[in-house]
């Protein structure tokens, strides 16, 4: 198909692109579609698929009719859409109750899009996403599967329609990893494909519900068993699943190379209707670029060059056209931007007159600025698409405030160290000061724009980034010895707020891997992880895990001759330590680490002639050490060690533990500072390689 061809309207058979409002929960308003119509036909877009999980009658009521306020709502939607030249798809979602095999069934749907056509639309859809594959006895006796069923009613509904150009099927497995076993041997799409008449298309959303990225193979896999292209149902920007997230990046990782092989792409977006600027627009200049593979002449030229898609580039476009939608009042009569006055108005020095007819108030020399003169900025926007990127991925400057505090964290000892490494420290930290404290800025920015309709929209999302980021600087702070130390950042007493996420965010914490996806680091391993006490038949093989572990270059590497440390007289074992005061973790090898404390001490420190002193002996009394192998990438085995067994000594009266790391053994120093509780303390006399770190209880 030409390019021209894909800009034609969504009717006709040309290439339908458009969105589909096929979320759940709150169904945008009236005004919002109109709204949305005219931008799609001010980008070239030409469909919209009407489908509103948690509209009364398109699922859980599908067989009311609509009362005549609904009538005319619906007639003056239909036909705003038809003067922006948008086609409007009508959608049921019959699914959850309805019996195929019973013609009375069957008449209501058809009466339900007869009604619908008397309002002046001319295309339909059926859906069947979301709903049990069981059929009920009735219809297991009428129909060999459940696919025959559902292809039937939609057949015999669509010719009753009068087949028209449009009329759209959603399948129950409606992504490839819906299929059993998989999309080519599904007998259920195979039946879909087969048997569902030819005028009808159907809908598809990719590898996955929400995919992260769509393949040419993948469509053209199915296109063969659907017999026909599909139509793309993109949950890209889809965020109902998570009221967390919204999804501020651009149309991405779908090849243009995919338009010739589609009937067309509907993207279904946040649910939240003005955020959804970027998410239509970038879609809309994908549908209008080149498909990569076209055959050029022999160079590109530039202008060809510019119909390439670039996610980046159609996000600059997307966000510069919607800076000027925040600048701009949505309130009839309402306060304009002081910006955009001053924008307007050549001469800034003359007061400003407002509608009243009264001098804008301007500050003098030494009062305080005009806070709302601040203007938004297109990088607050960037800044704002990169926090709320897409589902698989955050933005740029996420990415970085991520790693840099992740590096602040795991190098936190370097703050005592006093050594180059602690200027490095001190620098990051301050960019990431620098970087949280634009993030308030854009916050404080977006909370003055004019056009209140978007910032409500966005409102929780910026707020909750807001205190995240927050939190993550005042931890950096109090790790660099300013503020209040991180453990009075989460006190005894918290504030709500010190407890994000209420109980679902507490049932994740309890899961493994905080029942969370790190879309920063690695998914959590799938490692089972056995932490039982010590036992006296244990010790072979805890001594086994020291002395390999005092070998960082394998079994051939010479001991490394290095200054004792304190916790090395823990591994004599003369006498066994007691239960609760050793553990050790196995995985499917074998044992593969440990930690050990000794409630006092001193008598370790005496042994190596290290001088604890009064003060660090009554604030950390007792010794740990851990080891855990190089084969244990995860670290929550060992946090888990450590916890248990810091909570029993917390149990015996112990005010603190100290231990002793080694600054070349990095992994330890991870392990104890991503733990948080573990501060490094100042020993005199303690060889220039040992660190002490300190946690009290
Ligand atoms: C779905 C639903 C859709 C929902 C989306 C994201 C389809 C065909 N159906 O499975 O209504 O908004 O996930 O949660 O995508």
Known sequence: MSKSEAAKGGNARGFISGVVEGFYGRPWTMEQRAELFKREQKWGLNSYLYAPKDDYKHRMYWRDLYSAEEAEQLTTLILAARNHNVEFIYAISPGWDITFSNPKEVAALKRKFEQVREFGCRSFSLLFDDIEREMCPADKQAFDTFAHAQVAIANEVFQHMGQPDVFLFCPTDYCASFCTPNVSQSAYLHTVGEKLLQGIDILWTGPKVVSHKISVESIEEVSAVLKRPPVIWDNIHANDYDP???????????????????????????????????????????????????????????????????????????????????LNTDQPGGPQHPAARLKKDASVDEPMQTDLGEAAYVPGPNENPLYTAEPLTLDDLKLLSDLFYLPYEHGATAQTMLQELDWLKNHSWAVAAQTEKTAEWCSRAQHFDGLCEAVVQMFNRLSNAPNR?????????????????????????????????????????????????????EFQRMLPGHGNRDLFKHPPMTTVYCIRPYCPEDKDEVQRIFREMQRPGGDKAPLMMQPPLMSDSLLELDAPPSPHCAVVVEDEMGMCGYALVLPEAKPAAVKIQRELGATVLKDYPSLLTLQVLPRVTDPSPAKRMISQLLSSLKNSGSAGVLCEVRHSDR????????????KPIKIPGLPQDVLALGASL
């Not at 990046?249 to 010739?260: E, H, Q, S, V």
């Not at 927050?470 to 007493?493: E, F, I, T, W």
């Open 244 to 326: 967390q997230r919204i999804f501020l990046g651009p149309f991405k990782d779908r090849p243009t190379d995919l338009i010739p092989k589609l009937r067309g792409i509907l993207t279904n977006p946040n649910c939240e209707f003005y955020p959804n600027f970027v998410a239509i627009h970038t879609l809309a200049t994908w549908c209008k670029a080149t498909p990569e593979e076209e055959p050029s002449d022999v160079e590109m030229r530039e202008e060809d060059q510019d119909l390439c898609y670039s996610p980046q580039k159609a996000l600059t476009l997307a966000l510069t056209e919607w800076l000027q939608d925040f």
């Open 453 to 505: 309709s978007i910032l409500y929209d966005l409102y929780n999302y910026i707020c909750d980034i807001k205190s995240g980021v927050g939190l993550a600087r005042a931890y950096v702070k109090s790790l660099g010895g300013q503020g209040r130390p991180s453990a009075h950042v989460m006190n005894d007493d918290p504030e709500p707020w010190g407890f994000r996420g209420g109980l679902s965010g």
């Open 667 to 678: 992994r330890m120093l991870e392990f104890y500072t991503k733990l948080g509780s573990f």
